[in-house]
């Protein structure tokens, strides 16, 4: 069972900048494929990124690439999400997930963390 703990959500005003962490409790972490979800109230789920195990392959929803950067430190079980140039639409519950794939993610599958909540303002 791996465990995922989000933080570095916050408050913050249009235009700035966010760093969120997730860290994994186990040490298998470099074998997933870590992703970054948020969901803001009243809409579903949404995809934002992915990372595979070494780093050398990430995936970007539209509506945060060239903004938003994912990484990962193996070697501190933690993957990371630099969010830039930040506005009111990125508001949300930002979660954290491991999977075997990104397509196992987006179904839903794979662990998950409780969240950490994004507040931009305009």
């Known amino acids: 069972q791996v465990q995922l703990v989000e933080s570095g959500g916050g408050l913050v005003q249009a235009g700035g900048s966010l760093r969120l962490s997730c860290t994994a409790s186990?040490?298998?972490?470099?074998?997933?494929?870590m992703g970054w979800f948020r969901q803001a109230p009243g809409k579903e789920r949404e995809f934002v990124t992915a990372?595979?195990?070494?780093?050398?392959?990430?995936n970007y929803a539209d509506s945060v690439k060239g903004r938003f950067t994912v990484s990962r430190d193996n070697a501190k079980n933690t993957v990371y999400l630099q969010m830039n140039s930040l506005n009111p639409e990125d508001t949300a519950v930002y979660s954290c997930a491991a999977g075997p794939s990104v397509a196992a993610l987006i179904g839903g599958s794979g662990y998950w963390g409780q969240g950490t909540q994004v507040t931009v303002s305009s």
């Open positions: 990372i595979n195990w070494s780093g050398s392959i990430t």
């Open positions: 186990e040490r298998a972490f470099n074998s997933y494929v």
